[in-house]
């Protein structure tokens, strides 16, 4: 090897060295945090629905305080589904179900949401269940 092809062979292996290292800094990076409830409701839900005390409903009645109320009740909302007559009460298991597929349990709902992954629907309820 000639003085030339020399320093041509150390700068590849500085300038491999330095690839490898950024490479390597960039799988230390840590993983991101996985969304909470706040952050999913508002990310999936809240373009249709408030769950504060005070604010108007948006296209979907208001979600807050919905744990223990009755299907359909909320004051001044016109539902659209069959939500007062179907004797429901909103709780985990009937939020989890409604969720995962709202047309198959709320006859003539106009609800476009589905949600077919249980980790996102439970993490909704979890924090909803607190929004009273
Ligand atoms: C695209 C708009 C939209 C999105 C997104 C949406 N909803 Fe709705 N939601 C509605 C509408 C509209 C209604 C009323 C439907 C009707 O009258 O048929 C409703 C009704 C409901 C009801 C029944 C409330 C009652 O008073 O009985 C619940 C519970 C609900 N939504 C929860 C959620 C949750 C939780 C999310 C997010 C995970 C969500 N919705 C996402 C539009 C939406």
Known sequence: ???????????????????????????????????????????????????????????????????GRKAGSVAGFAYTGAYAESGIVWDAQTLDTYLTNPQAMIKGTVMAYRQAAPAI???????LKDQH
Request: one cysteine or more.
């Open 1 to 67: 090897m000639n003085r030339q092809s020399a320093k041509v062979f150390a700068a590849i292996v500085v300038a491999c060295f330095l690839v490898a290292t950024r490479a390597s800094a960039q799988f230390a990076v840590p993983a991101p945090a996985k969304p909470d409830g706040a952050t999913l409701f508002s990310r999936q839900c809240g373009t249709c629905h408030i769950a504060t005390a005070e604010g108007g409903p948006r296209q979907g009645p208001s979600l807050y305080g919905v744990f």
């Open 121 to 127: 629907r439970q993490t909704i309820i979890a924090w």
